[in-house]
């Protein structure tokens, strides 16, 4: 396939290049073919919707990059051997395979490169927007189907039929056309295909799957509507202010977390500050690496320099945890320890971190760990609510012009 190299749109100070949409294109396409589908979306539908996509990374990028928020090769790489492990290969196997598939490594590395960027610039600004109370804590715990939340996972389809005014009209024709799909997806129509052609949502490449989630991580707009379903069903079209949501609860499947690993875990954290660099940072945590591993005593050291002021007097402790709480980053690490090791300096949106395991234990969930996983129910609805909120408006306050059609 031909490569463009036009501009398709202009964003903020950035642009988007035709190329980059033509290669979306292109991997939309042989993604569907992998997965056998043979009735391909409409070309102006496809092209819109990645359109928009590229417009909202852009923006995102451009807002990551001005907060210096940077994914350096060491995290990249780690992120990368993931991938490998995931498919049970080492590094070398994962890009021969690559390679044997003609596909490129190093464009892959860029890929999840900036979806990482993305990741963390979401995190640094969405969570700045979130306030749980203890009172939400209190009723979330006492609810009825609190129970139900912490042993079932749902794979939910979603379609959003974006409203653009608030016309009666306008209004009128957006909730015909979602009873419309309601209708359709009764009558056996196929989820994935009328999310690609209809959907404004950003899964919509996706066929509107959101992913197998607990019902704690469902958006609270239809999570009630999901729980009292089964597998197969289509709900009838909810609205909020962002539009007309048909959601179809694609497969549901029950989980044990009766019992939980926890870890008790210590760490150090250091970052950058007006008078210490990132690469100061960076020499700081592995000189304090070192002098751990020549014996000096860690609770010590994190009581000196860890820039966590919650655990520093604690001699860094954090308490015992699930990792449910920390940051993906932390969270890997953690997990990948083994009780009284020391990990090796790593990178988080936090800062740098070196921790250790003290201590493990499998137990029951007692009524802090249910608050605690509450706690992180409440964290993942409000995320990804504000999360689609932040993204309209970003969007809304971004100088785009668009010259696809030039």
């Known amino acids: 396939m031909e490569r463009l190299d036009g501009i398709v749109a202009v964003v903020d100070d950035d642009v988007v290049l035709a190329s980059e949409l033509v290669e979306r294109r292109d ?3 042989e993604r569907l073919q992998a997965q056998g589908v043979t009735e391909m979306p409409p070309l102006d539908a496809l092209m819109s919707q990645l359109m928009e996509r590229l417009v909202i990374e852009n923006i995102q990028l451009q807002m990551a990059n001005q907060r210096g928020i940077v994914i ?6 780690e992120a990368v051997n993931n ?3 995931q498919s049970d290969m080492s590094l070398d196997e994962f890009r021969e395979s690559l390679e044997r598939d003609g596909s490129s490594y190093r464009k892959l590395r860029e890929d999840v490169r900036r979806e990482l960027q993305l990741q963390r610039v979401q995190r640094l600004l969405v969570n700045r927007r979130i306030t749980i109370t203890d009172q939400d804590l209190d009723d979330l715990v006492a609810s009825p189907f609190f129970q139900e939340m912490i042993s079932d996972e749902y794979r939910v389809g979603h379609i959003l039929l974006a409203v653009d005014g608030s016309e009666p009209d306008t209004i009128e024709r957006a909730a015909r056309a979602a009873e419309d799909i309601v209708a359709k997806l009764r009558d056996g129509a196929d989820f994935a295909q009328m999310a ?7 899964t919509a490449l996706e066929g509107g799957d959101l992913g197998w989630r607990g019902a704690g991580e469902l958006p609270s707009l239809f999570a009630e509507q999901i729980i009292a379903m089964s597998p197969g069903e289509t709900a009838d079209p909810i609205r909020n202010s962002l539009g007309f949501h048909v959601v179809q609860l694609l497969e549901q499947r029950g989980v044990s977390r009766q019992r939980q690993m926890q870890s008790l875990v210590r760490h150090i954290l250091v970052q950058p500050s007006a008078i210490r660099s990132p690469d100061e940072t960076r020499d700081l945590i592995f000189e304090l690496r070192e002098r751990i591993g020549d014996g000096e005593d860690f609770a010590t050291l994190s009581k000196e320099f860890s820039d966590d002021p919650g655990s520093a007097l604690a001699g860094g402790e954090l308490g015992w945890s699930d990792g449910s709480d920390f940051v993906p980053e932390f969270r890997d690490v953690m997990t990948a320890l083994g009780v009284g090791e ?13 921790l250790e395991i003290l201590d493990r234990r499998d137990r029951d969930m007692s009524d802090e760990a249910r608050r605690n996983m509450a706690m992180q129910v409440l964290h993942s609805r409000r995320f990804e609510e504000e999360l689609q909120e932040w993204l309209q408006e970003i969007r809304d306050e971004a100088y785009v012009e668009m010259r696809i059609g030039e």
């Open 27 to 29: 991997g939309v396409y």
């Open 72 to 77: 350096d090769d060491e995290t990249l790489t």
């Open 83 to 85: 991938f490998a492990r």
């Open 196 to 202: 690609m052609e209809h959907s404004a949502a950003s």
């Open 342 to 354: 020391v990990s090796q300096p790593f990178e988080s949106v936090h800062g740098w971190h070196v």
